[in-house]
Nanobody, 122 residues
Framework: QVQLVESGGGLVQAGGSLRLSCAASGRTFSYYAMAWFRQAPGKEREFVAAISWSGHSLWYTDSVKGRFTISRDNAKNTVYLQMNSLKPEDTAVYYC???????????????WGQGTQVTVSS
């Protein structure tokens, strides 16, 4: 089992950048596929990005391609989401998720963090 804790959210102006971090407990982090999802007020949770256990495979939703980058450091048990050129429509609570299965962009991940708020002002 793994516990996930997000950090790095905040308030930023449009065009700015933030880097989210997700720290995982447990010694088997390197075996987990990891992902970021987000949920805006009144909307369903949506997939943002995912990374395979090795870090060699990456997936992004179309709206963030070219602006967001997912990465991981297995030695630090941490996955990151670098967000550049932020837009007001990126405003949401961002969640980290993990699973030993290759879940991809499905919300069927077994483990979730508590979320971190990202607010982008226009």
């Amino acid at each position: 089992q793994v516990q996930l804790v997000e950090s790095g959210g905040g308030l930023v102006q449009a065009g700015g950048s933030l880097r989210l971090s997700c720290a995982a407990s447990g010694r088997t982090f390197s075996y987990y596929a990891m992902a970021w999802f987000r949920q805006a007020p009144g909307k369903e949770r949506e997939f943002v990005a995912a990374i395979s256990w090795s870090g060699h495979s990456l997936w992004y939703t179309d709206s963030v391609k070219g602006r967001f980058t997912i990465s991981r450091d297995n030695a630090k048990n941490t996955v990151y989401l670098q967000m550049n050129s932020l837009k007001p429509e990126d405003t949401a609570v961002y969640y980290c998720a993990g699973d030993t299965r290759a879940v991809g962009n499905s919300p069927a991940y077994s483990y979730w963090g508590q979320g971190t708020q990202v607010t982008v002002s226009s």
